[in-house]
């Protein structure tokens, strides 16, 4: 009788690899491949790990901002925050750089910008600088100061 063999469990810094370098792939082709890539990987991937979602989420802001999809946007950005305990419980100390190198707060902004919501683009400014991301953000929270 064979032996049954057990499936191979990979690191979240593996799937999050393997995210990323999935994703460049097919975005050398576009933003249209780049969404369809990971449309099926997060569809498929139901055992994703829910670190590797909030990745997922802010790669898929960035794509449909490229798409002017500010709506799908904003469904990737809301994705993203709930999702990104978990990316900090799963990465531990390579949680700060991660969070430093997503885009979803800025494609948010962007997104309600252009639906004419500034008084939620500011909301994102003042969530971005509780989690200390960078004096940059202050400028962006006083452009749209007005809108209080």
Not at 16 to 32: C, N, S, T, W
Not at 45 to 74: C, F, I, M
Not at 84 to 111: C, F, I, M, N, S
Request: contains cysteine.
């Amino acid at each position: 009788m064979a032996r049954r063999l057990e499936p191979v469990k990979k690191s979240l810094k593996d799937v999050l690899d393997d995210l990323q370098g999935g994703y460049r792939e097919a975005a050398i082709a576009g933003p249209v491949p780049a969404l369809k890539y990971l449309t099926r990987t997060m569809e498929g991937q139901h055992s994703l790990p829910n670190a590797a979602k909030a990745a997922a989420y802010d790669l898929l802001a960035e794509t449909r901002a490229q798409l002017q999809d500010w709506p799908g946007v904003e469904e990737a950005l809301q994705g993203f925050l709930k999702h990104l305990p978990d990316l900090e419980l799963g990465l531990g100390h390579g949680y700060r750089a991660a969070l430093e190198a997503t885009t979803a707060l800025e494609r948010g902004v962007q997104a309600r910008s252009e639906a004419g919501d500034f008084a939620g683009a500011l909301e994102i400014c003042e969530k971005a600088l509780e989690m200390e991301l960078g004096a940059h953000w202050s400028a962006k929270r006083d452009s749209l100061g007005w809108a209080r």
